[in-house]
DNA sequence: AACTGATCGATTATCGATAATCTACCGGCT
DNA sequence: AGCCGGTAGATTATCGATAATCGATCAGTT
């Protein structure tokens, strides 16, 4: 699922290597195959792709960007991001930008309304089937629209550039596998939605802050 | 100035052809040399830099990860940013990133409030010459260092990113042509040290949004 | 032994050329 | 005229090889 070019192009069409190499590279660097500090070397990379130097280093590039790796001159890449402070510190950016994008958005127009009240159904439904990944799937839908309703296309790249299609289920798998498992987190979107619908900005961003506080409780 | 490399790493030291082409782009994207929608093409950037189209191509790589431009495959990349829309979004991105870090380093230690302080007297004494430019520095500065308080190097990575060293100059020299000048400015800064002084999360809140809102206004 | 400077292997940066793909244009057909 | 399919030129994506740089090692000196 990648969020950010279904919502922007039309077709994927991952005929690019660049993109492929990217993705696998964004995926490992995430869910810890590559931990913190790893050197990406391209001659290495290259072999295991079956392709030239060039389409990796410019994938390095990409992620230089995004911020999941660091490099420096003449000396490599090294992965960057994905240890628990690094989680910590994203969603607490992503909260700020949801909070802020709650006030810029209320009150939402019937449409929009209905549009989150359809992700809430889809996600009570898989709550109930204990399908977790259906779960996870249709929350990243619902946030990503609550950023998209502040109208800041800056928010949405930003948003999509942190990659919750892979470092949101990390996080959530574990609330999923936690005792009460996600009903509480349900919940509380519910509510959210509640003061979303009655236009109480207030209300909606205290429950949307209990949201990510949930989240950051894993600790 | 380059604020990030300044602060990361020891030396600029830019002997790599890719990081003087990126900082060249980014330049003239913000500067408005190539305007919103601008084509890049490699082989004649290529031939203007005098390199092969590798280091072009990485360069843009960077950018697109920063967010300046933007890639469609085998398409090409086109200028995104810099229109007066995408300033003020990023602005809005800054205030909510630096509003959450006063929010989470008030009551700041000495150290930190000298080093505020001492940011404020070299800008009051820029304004004072009617130094503009040496005004626009120290701000940048002072402002960097709000969001290096909070601690998160998610939001001073991405701070950095956004090239205030570029854009923030560009906004700023408008509001110094003004009739009233930098000084207005300049006030509320000293407001904003007062209450982060005191320990008033409120008040210094109240100044910071107060600060942004009179960049919005240029309009 | 500690220090200095030269050298080697590993790795990144860049090059020049080729393959893949897109866009615009053109002629034939309905 | 309007539509379709194909071809040419432009542009991007990738390749394979070379140059530049780094880190570690080792000989020689004190």
Redesign the pocket.
Known sequence: MNLRAAAVEPAPLR????DRIRETLVARILDGTYPTGT?????PLAREF??????I??ALRELEGSGLVS?E?????RVRGADFAELRESYELREIMEVRSLELAVPYAPAALQNFARCLRTMASAVARDNHEGYIDEALRFHRALVQGSGNQTFLRLWDSLHWEVRGRIALRRIAAQRRGLKPLLNLHRALLARMRAGDVEGATARLRALFATVSALA
């Open positions: 005929v690019c290597m660049r050197k990406l070397k391209e001659l079956n392709v030239s130097q060039a389409p280093r410019e490099c001159r003449y000396r490599g890449t």
